[in-house]
């Protein structure tokens, strides 16, 4: 079997496979991330209890906040334009998940949609989810937030390079054999 026809074989073999699971993977966090959201809202209009969240937090525009409320808020370490509800001293957990979001999170927060993001802190994998809450009619102020540990979003992105890597090294070993046989093959043809 010639050589480039074995490439072109595992090549594509490689790409079929790779795009079936990353499509698979994305529906995974697609469900994951309305999961969540859907889980956030519902307590939100009083369906369920807090007690199922490790942590809730208040992000709002600074546009937004009347004078008077600005005492109970202090500056995010998410975005230089959101204010967040003030938090006991003792829970440093919060502040270190936003610091470790802020890298990333910018680009998402002026949309106002709902969103969930991952981040490790302290060892330990943590979801934030947001859902987009506001004051009067139609209006988009900021986010409910609830932070909760929790490693699924990394446990999908895990399986889904861990798959990838053994496609690619079964594939490779695949190439070997081929080729190995039709060198084998063209060798002992030469002898006889």
């Not at 969930?116 to 009067?136: E, L």
């Not at 190439?175 to 006889?192: C, D, F, P, T, V």
């Amino acid at each position: 079997m010639k050589t480039a026809i074995v490439h072109a074989i595992a090549g594509v073999i490689i790409v079929v496979v790779s795009v079936a699971y990353y499509l698979k993977k994305e529906t995974k966090l697609e469900k994951y991330e309305l999961f969540s959201v859907k889980k956030l809202e519902s307590t939100k209009m009083g369906v369920n209890g807090l007690d199922s969240f490790e942590y809730l937090g208040v992000e709002i525009n600074k546009d937004s906040l009347v004078v008077r409320d600005r005492e109970n808020f202090e500056q995010s370490a998410l975005s230089s334009e959101f204010m967040s509800k003030k938090r006991d001293d003792n829970n440093k957990t919060i502040a270190k998940i936003n610091a470790s979001l802020s890298k990333t999170i910018f680009s998402k927060l002026d949309k106002y949609k709902p969103f969930v993001m991952t981040t490790r802190v302290d060892g330990k994998d943590f979801t934030a989810t947001f859902v987009p809450i506001g004051f009067g009619a139609n209006a988009n102020n900021g986010y409910l937030v609830c932070y909760r540990k929790d490693n699924t979003l990394v446990k999908i992105e895990r399986d889904f390079t861990e798959k990838i890597f053994f496609i690619i090294a079964a594939t490779l070993l695949f190439k070997a054999l081929l080729m190995g046989g039709a060198a084998y093959l063209q060798n002992k043809k030469r002898q006889s």
